[in-house]
């Protein structure tokens, strides 16, 4: 069974930095598109961004653009999430899931593989 785990999360001050990581084990990373969403109390989850199976490409939700990047080491099976300029409104539990199919969707029924999340929590 595949499996992702999340880690890094925590508590920063507003305009701070924090970096999520994301190990998978049981499926051949390289195959998998990577994403990362989120869901904050009482809304829906929503996409932050994604990573195509060399990490050559990426795509990013607006409201994270130039704040957040993703980027992906295949020999260590790790999807990495830097976040920087952390807000108040980045206050959430992070995801990562796995996409076989390489849509590079932002959908998240497009995933098929989820971790258990990790609370990310800014204070201002």
């Known amino acids: 069974q595949v499996q992702l785990e999340e880690s890094g999360g925590g508590l920063v001050q507003a305009g701070g930095s924090l970096r999520l990581s994301c190990t998978a084990s049981?499926?051949?990373?390289?195959?998998?598109?990577m994403g990362w969403f989120r869901q904050a109390p009482g809304k829906e989850r929503e996409f932050v961004g994604c990573i195509s199976r060399s990490g050559g490409s990426t795509n990013y939700a607006d409201s994270v653009k130039g704040r957040f990047t993703i980027s992906r080491d295949n020999g260590k099976n790790t999807v990495y999430l830097q976040m920087n300029s952390l807000e108040s409104e980045d206050t959430a539990v992070y995801y990562c899931?796995?996409?076989?199919?390489?849509?590079?969707?932002?959908?998240?029924?497009?995933?098929?593989?989820w971790g258990q999340g990790t609370q990310v929590t800014v204070s201002s």
């Open positions: 899931a796995g996409d076989l199919y390489g849509s590079m969707s932002p959908t998240p029924r497009s995933y098929e593989n």
């Open positions: 049981r499926l051949t990373f390289s195959r998998y598109v």
